[in-house]
């Protein structure tokens, strides 16, 4: 509350503040009572952003708006556009993202930020933590998910070998009977956000 108020002393101008909170009933009251109590002395918008893991198949509701992580091709070409002036040397790799976009693979809108400041993209981290849903208190052999063991072990091979894995090799992980074809649709959506499948059904 303070900082709010010491901004718009200094400012005199209305304060804009974006929230990026988990889902939760204790986050959405802790919002509410900071935007009673702000605009009493100081004009106030928050935009509270919630990530979500599951699908989106909704457009707003209310006061509610939902956006999906893919982009369209318009969206490409205006990111590509943003970017593209920071980082005028990648034209080249946004233009691939674009191209995708007009293909069948939507890119997604963190890609665009890692495309530009690779290691350095802050967003990545608690992107994928968001779809992972890991927690300080998992124990990581017993507590995962098989969609998430098969998500880290693609993630190990990838970083340190650059390689695919078929997907087949996955089904004991998740609790397919060997003699039947393991595929992408097995996985629940989290999964297929961090998952290609190249021909042959290699992951």
Partial sequence: HRRIAWLHDKTSLPIFVVEDSRISKTESRMIKETFQTCRQFTP??????????????RNEEGDKFWLKGEVSQ?????????????CPGKRDDFRDLVNNAKGNTSPHVFEFGLTAFEYEFRGVQSYVSGYLKLDSHINYLDDLAPWQLVVGFLSLTYYYGQALIPGQFFA?????????????????????KFIYKEEGNYW
Avoid at 44 to 57: A, F, G
Avoid at 176 to 190: G, H, I, M, Q
């Fill in 74 to 86: 318009n969206e490409a070409i205006r990111l590509t556009e943003v970017f593209s002036r920071k």
């Fill in 44 to 57: 106030l918008v928050i935009l509270d952003v919630q990530r979500y893991s599951s699908k989106i198949d």
């Fill in 172 to 192: 004991n992980i998740m609790h397919v009977r060997k003699k039947d074809a393991v595929d992408l649709s097995n996985l629940p959506f989290e999964a297929k």
